[in-house]
């Protein structure tokens, strides 16, 4: 009788159901593994968010200097984060020298936070100041850390901060000039 021998010692070639469900558990296990790798940190940073006291800022400044947002307590603070190749930030620059040339005399600051990251040149950065006639503070987050502690997700990004230091509004995206003031109005109040 000829036909084919099947050779019984060798194993099958298909998974048993035991495999399978070992298998699904050593992958379920490398996704938790990486899950609990990528979140701790985060699960540890700061909380940032109205209501919550704003991160640090420590960072050089465009002009040579550097700048503590601890340092500013007791005012209130603008911080807007900002690239030169955003159309958006370029449209609402002049809104925030207006507001700091009104709001001084009671105590305004605005920090403006340049992601210098993302930028060709200081030069550029330095040029675009200039073109606006800004004369608030301008600080260059080099390496993009404090983007990451405020965990923007774009720019422009505004945070408003009171005199006591804690976020009042955050506004992601471009902010019209209502929405500056009605921000603006918030922390000036509560200074």
């Known amino acids: 009788m000829t036909g084919i021998s099947h050779d019984d010692s060798e194993p099958s070639m298909r998974p048993t159901r035991r495999s399978t469900a070992h298998l699904t558990r050593i992958v379920r296990g490398l996704i938790a593994l990486a899950a609990v790798a990528v979140y701790a940190p985060v699960a540890n940073a700061q909380q940032v968010g109205r209501g919550f006291t704003s991160p640090e800022i420590d960072l050089p400044t465009l002009d040579g200097g550097r700048v503590k ?47 210098r990251d993302e930028e060709l040149t200081t030069k550029a950065v330095q040029d675009f100041v200039n073109e606006f006639g800004a004369d608030f503070l301008v600080a260059l987050d080099s390496r993009g850390r404090t983007r990451r ?37 918030v922390i000036l109040e509560a200074k």
């Open 69 to 115: 947002l601890s340092a500013l307590k007791g005012h209130p603070v603008v911080i807007t984060f900002w690239g030169t190749w955003c159309p958006p930030c370029r449209e609402e620059f002049p809104e925030l020298v207006a507001a700091q040339k009104q709001y001084r005399g009671v105590g305004l600051v605005v920090l403006a936070v340049n992601e």
């Open 149 to 185: 502690s405020f965990r923007l997700i774009g720019l422009p990004t505004t945070i408003f901060v009171d005199a006591a230091g804690v976020i009042r509004a955050v506004h992601p995206g471009p902010i019209s000039r209502v929405e500056l003031s009605d921000a603006l109005t």
